[in-house]
């Protein structure tokens, strides 16, 4: 796993071919920034535009909410699917390549929503979920060789804010183009989106440095306890993240408030995890040691969050809110991370085994929950502490030290 270079002072990478001889600055360092953050708000649609657009979707195909989550949960077999299949993939020379296609298939799928309906929606979903997942890992990638060492943290948060900016980009076009001019008009203009930012993705290709293969040939991941750790953390915490996500309005609103304060106060708890997220993503740019510490810490406050959102009670609810979103659900670009720190050159392949659990985790959990909650109510907020509970012991488990994949990725990644 680890390649030690013959010079002591300054060590060459784990493999020219597998990780550029050095990140580009500036403007480069943005533009791929900003690059994966466009394409992962374009490829959550497929699942966030059904659920914004319920209402008419199920008046029109008589529909009830059983059935949209059906679909929903498809998304998230198929990203599993996706995350599965990357991570034996080879990385290509040119990210941008893989991203670019998997936008063309996201379009696809957002077409086949709007066109026919009754099957499109399961097949959309499925395809879009794959492409989702399947590019995740590469885009994971894609940040690490274009992002100097000190802002990777950063881009890794900016991306993973790019999920609940999706979620809210959605619901403002229920208004936008939903309501005035049909469902149908907010899925053509996302697939619309799609196929421009593939254009440009298209365009912006690099091959990586002079000389370097169409593939690069890292050698083969076996998934150690760090690793299957932070998997763990990811199902987890995505139990807790996409529960919250599903299932917090209408806690609040059977909590006793209306159901405008649930939706602003579920509003703001969004609005939180974006700038949580970033924030996050950067003070995990202080080293390894201060990414799990930032893991750790997001956990035990969701974990908090969940318990206050399980006691009822007004109050206790909108700070159980605000917590469980910040911290349950404000992890995600640090975890995925934490992954590619440890396993320079493969970060394609690491990530996409957190990827896994992320999805695996947001299929299972809205599915588990919703059962819970009809039986229990707010006590089913208890479990879903539980899982929070499991994916901070997850972290502790991976941070413990491991002294060859330390050495290997800082003498890749210029240190801490």
């Keep these: 796993m680890s390649r030690h270079p013959s010079a002591p002072t300054r ?19 943005l533009g791929a920034v900003w690059h994966v953050a466009a394409m992962t708000v374009l490829t959550s649609t497929p699942v966030f535009l059904p659920g914004a657009a319920h209402a008419l979707i199920g008046r029109e195909l008589g529909w009830g909410e059983g059935r949209m989550g059906q679909v929903l949960a498809l998304y998230w077999l198929g990203s599993l699917g996706g995350a599965w299949r990357s991570r034996r993939r080879e990385s290509p020379a040119a990210v941008e390549t893989t991203l670019a ?30 492409a989702y997942g399947y590019s995740q890992p590469h885009t994971n990638q894609l940040l690490m060789r274009r992002c100097a060492p000190g802002i990777r943290g950063f881009a890794f948060g900016l991306k993973q804010a790019a999920v609940p900016t999706a979620t809210l980009v959605c619901s403002v076009a229920v208004p936008l183009l939903v309501v005035p001019f049909g469902w149908r008009s907010a899925f053509c203009v996302a697939a619309g989106l799609c196929v421009a930012h593939c254009v440009v993705l298209w365009r912006s290709r690099t091959a990586g440095p002079a000389g370097a293969a169409p593939r690069t040939t890292a050698p083969a991941l076996r998934p150690d306890r760090r690793l299957l750790a932070l998997s763990a953390a990811g199902l987890f915490g995505a139990v807790v993240g996409n529960s919250l996500g599903g299932f917090l309005l209408v806690t609040l609103t059977d909590g006793g408030m209306t159901y405008t304060a649930g939706a602003l106060t579920a509003a703001a708890a969004s609005a939180l995890t974006i700038v949580v997220r970033i924030a996050a993503g950067r003070g995990s740019d202080t080293g390894r040691a201060g990414v799990y510490l930032v893991l750790a810490l997001m956990f035990a406050a969701g974990l908090a969050g969940t318990c206050l959102l399980a006691t009822g009670g007004t109050g206790l609810q909108i700070a159980g809110a605000l917590l469980a979103y910040a911290g349950g659900w404000g992890w995600a670009g640090v975890l995925h991370y934490a992954a590619a720190l440890a396993f320079p050159g493969r970060e394609n392949r690491a990530t996409a085994w957190t990827q896994m659990g992320v999805s695996l985790g947001a299929m299972a959990g809205p599915l588990l929950f919703g059962f819970c909650y009809q039986v229990v109510g707010a006590a089913a907020w208890w479990p879903v502490s539980a899982a929070g509970g499991c994916a901070f012991i997850a972290v502790l488990v991976a941070r413990r030290p491991d002294r060859v994949t330390r050495r290997a990725s800082t003498e890749t990644y210029g240190g801490d």
């Design 101 to 130: 296609v998997a936008l063309l298939v996201t379009a696809g799928a957002l077409s086949a929503m709007a066109a026919w309906p009754t099957a499109g929606l399961w097949a959309g979903a499925l395809a879009g979920g794959v």
């Design 11 to 29: 060590p060459a990478p784990v493999a020219a071919a597998a990780v550029p001889s050095g990140p580009p600055e500036g403007r480069r360092d």
